[in-house]
């Protein structure tokens, strides 16, 4: 017999995600409380009424530390993940924070450390693990049907809109270490079992750097693994403004001795022109006219429910803690190893020299 575990959730930041996240946990069965806070004190008690949650505030440690709550959706900017997630191991609450981690391996390291030292339940929404097509590839590596990876392909494109609005929010959060990391966790999650023992990258500057920001327009990375495997990654967020993607376009192959796979995740078989406009998915005063659907990153709003990967990886996650089931998010010590290998990228492509791993620190 199933035993079924109520939920408190505290969630910690009333942006576009964070509010997706509270939603789906709203409608989950398990969960009876929820908290909201956010920095902006009006955000979290709009978030709060939208979904009817027990309780808001504009200081995430009351949420955090309610009675009622026994986990926490950390959805803050990629810059402020550190204080509320060890505020919420320190209390022994479950945790889901997003991508990445944090931004350096020294905070992601204090991270690992609190949760290992509590046994502490912790993962990090990299959630193109629960888009359906590699999930999919996934299981197919676990079959062995593709052999032995030798090698693996991925690159993402986005419009120069969503990286500005990106890099405003948090200069340190590039293309590279917020975007391509996807892919390096796909890839790792493809390849499980080995590591990556050198990076060697190249990238090129352009518009973002006109904008203001010294970061590249394109990069393109060459993985070696422990057992051998290469994987050369790219990721460019400098397509024009009005680009028909309303997130990620790209591709992942995989190669194995005994198969190939390849996934096109460009959308382009999807095409809608509307001279009214399609609203952009995070960016609020954005659209576009022609739009291939589907390729928001976090899914997609259709006929009152939300789809897509943060709502298969949200409603995974509930029932993990709610029923025991297992669960394909990545783990702290995961996220810490592709959050290297972003930081190695970019060190190899300002360098211009070969970085091997792990890195020194």
Known sequence: MIERKQLGIAVVGAGRIGSLRAGLAAGH???NF??????????????????????HSGDNLAAISR?????????????????????????????????????????????LAAAEKRGANLRVGYSRRYKERYLIAKEQVMQGRVGRIVGASARVFNSRSQ???MLKRNP??????????YYVDLVNWMLEGAHVTEVFA???????????????DVTWAILSYSDGAVANLGVSYALPAKYPALGHAARLEVLGTEGVMILDDDHTDQ?????KGVPHVYLPDHSVNMVFLQSGTPGDWALGDFWGPIANETRAWLDHL????????ATPREARRTLEVTLAIEQSAASRKPVALPLAK
């Open 172 to 181: 340190g959060a590039t293309p590279v270490v917020d975007a391509l990391t």
């Open 34 to 55: 929820i908290a909201i806070s956010d920095a902006d004190p009006a955000r979290a008690r709009d978030l709060a009424q939208r979904i009817g949650a027990q309780f």
């Open 202 to 216: 190249r990238g090129q500057k352009g518009v973002l750097k006109e904008a203001g920001h010294d970061t590249d």
């Open 163 to 165: 990286a500005l609005a």
């Open 271 to 275: 095409l809608m022109y509307s001279e």
């Open 29 to 31: 069965p398990g969960v």
């Open 322 to 329: 709610a029923l025991g089931k297992p669960c394909a998010l």
């Open 67 to 111: 009675p009622e709550v026994n986990a926490v959706i950390v959805a803050t900017s990629e810059g402020e993940h550190v204080r509320p997630v060890m505020q919420a191991l320190e209390l022994g609450k479950t945790v889901l924070v997003e991508k990445p981690l944090a931004l350096t391996l020294s905070e992601a390291d204090g991270i």
